[in-house]
């Protein structure tokens, strides 16, 4: 037995009984409500089971790909969203999304619209449907057709299963599709009911008890032991208690950059007049072809900002999970609070006791982390002495790497307020203190990830950084005095880093 056909199958076959087109539909409602509300529940149940194996499948996938470096974040959004929490549909939405290779069928299955995903509507559906708020009567006809077309789209994600199956081997489950075999233990276990697939539902009791639910009827069953499941989570615990959860150090990085930064002066400069002056342009960016130094200058601007008692947080997107921009807002929440302040709480002063929880266990969901940084930075930052009456410097370099990490995920998305659908709701202003440089590739008109989108932003112009240039023939002679080189190397130097 395949539960995926089996689901797929049923709301198709129910579908096609019933008549729900025009005027049919609302006759429907009134004659035929059993048939109409079975309908739904078999939509429910396949949209379901989709979405929590289309989870398991590339959550497997990612914890087997032999890559544990630079996974803190999401090993920390697996332990929230399946172990510190009884998972819901919302969870297994979340571990989708921390899953999901971009580019990847998993991802290109459920496109963005309306800053949602097919995945976002369905949840919310489903939720109003399982209490109530929409009920098989006339008056919600609007609601139910809306729905409809949410549990007709959750069906041709069937395709990302079609002609793949959940096959038992040795006592462990595997997901096997075009010859390729993927471990789904522990998280897919036998059960009650031989041979059949159970899908881990939660630990409960004091997170004494695993459960899990037959995937073909529906019933729960108790494992005999919970060893599987504590060997798989007791080593990502391990890990962030290791010091994964700091997620990020880039002092190697900065350390090299400022070994070879020379030949930047006027620019270094330029920034730092910038943060120093009363500019109502509060964003900075600073565009560049690769290899032009955007990574030494922003290392260089990090170390001058520093020696001048500057407060800078900043991150370098790179390799990994170092390119999320979820991973990012980790980054610089956990610097504030590491940065010498008052009490040994950072620059992050929190007297509301709802933030504290949050900031004592970062958010797993994304626009959860920008309330939490928007809430610091607007309410929260208070600075020690040294800091007084200067700005505070927000960096992120390689923003454009960013978005091949996760095309979904916009810098731009910081910068609005949402309501409890994640769905934007107005502006956010940035704090007058704040200066925000953000470095990336592509030159205005040419980035999804830039910003000419919208006027939230204040741009700060400096010719010498938009675009930053290939080093000048003055930066390379003064940077290379004091060696005595020939006038053939400065030229061959001017080469490598020809001037556009």
């Known amino acids: 037995m395949n539960p995926f056909i089996q689901y797929h199958s049923r709301y198709l076959s129910l579908k096609n009984e019933l008549d729900l087109t025009g005027d049919a539909s609302l006759e429907n409602l009134n004659k035929n409500p059993g048939s109409i509300n079975n309908l739904f529940m078999a939509g429910l149940g396949m949209g379901t089971l989709f979405l929590r194996m289309g989870a398991v499948i590339q959550l497997s996938e990612k914890l087997h790909d032999g890559d544990t470096s630079n996974d803190a974040l999401f090993l920390k959004q697996v332990m929230d969203n399946l172990r510190e929490t009884l998972p819901s549909d919302s969870n297994w939405k979340n571990l989708w999304y921390a899953s999901m290779q971009p580019n990847s069928p998993w991802a290109s299955a459920i496109p963005k619209k309306d800053n949602s995903t097919l995945l976002d509507r369905f949840v919310t559906f489903r939720n109003k449907f399982v209490h109530q708020y929409v009920r098989i009567v ?10 409809m077309d949410i549990l007709d789209a959750m069906s041709k994600l069937y395709s990302l299963f079609e002609g793949g199956d959940v096959v038992l081997e040795d006592s462990r489950f595997f997901w096997k599709k075009q010859g390729h075999s993927l471990l789904l233990h522990p998280f897919v276990q036998e059960g009650d009911k031989e041979g059949l697939p159970y899908l881990f539902q939660g630990l409960y009791e004091q997170k004494t008890k695993a459960k899990f639910i037959n995937t073909f009827l529906g019933d729960e069953t108790v494992p005999a032991q919970n060893a599987p499941i504590t060997e798989k989570f007791e080593p990502i615990q391990q890990a962030l208690r290791g010091g994964a959860g700091q997620v990020f150090d880039h002092a190697d990085r900065i350390k090299y950059y400022l070994e070879c930064f020379v030949g930047r002066d006027n620019e270094l400069q330029a920034v730092l007049d910038w943060v120093n002056s009363n500019s109502s342009q509060n964003v900075l960016p600073i565009y560049a072809e690769a290899g032009m130094g955007k990574g030494a200058l922003t290392a260089g601007i990090i170390d001058a900002l520093m020696h001048a008692d500057i407060p800078v947080m900043y991150h370098f997107c ?52 920008i309330h939490l940084f928007q809430a610091l930075l607007g309410n929260c930052y208070q600075p ?38 994640d769905e934007m709701e107005d502006e956010w202003k940035s704090p007058e203190c704040i200066r925000w440089i953000f470095t990336y590739r592509s030159l205005p008109g040419q980035s999804k990830n830039g910003f000419q989108l919208g006027g939230r932003f204040q741009l700060q112009a400096i010719p010498e950084l938009q675009p930053l240039q290939g080093l000048t023939e003055n930066a390379v002679r003064a940077a290379l005095e004091k060696f005595n080189v020939s006038d053939a190397f400065i030229k061959a130097v001017l080469q490598k880093g020809a001037a556009a």
């Open 384 to 421: 020690p002495r040294k800091y007084a009456d200067k700005p505070l410097v927000v960096i992120v370099d390689a923003l454009d790497e960013a978005e091949v990490a996760n095309a979904q995920l916009k810098i731009t998305d910081w910068f609005y307020t949402y309501n409890d659908k």
């Open 318 to 369: 790179g390799s990994g999970i170092a390119n999320n921009l979820h991973a990012v807002l980790y980054h610089l929440i956990l610097q504030g609070k590491k940065m010498s302040g008052m009490n040994g709480a950072g620059v992050w002063q929190i007297e509301d006791e709802k933030l504290q929880k949050k900031m004592d266990r970062l958010p797993s969901r994304y626009f959860d982390a």
């Open 138 to 147: 006339p008056e919600h006809a609007a609601e139910l057709s809306k729905g």
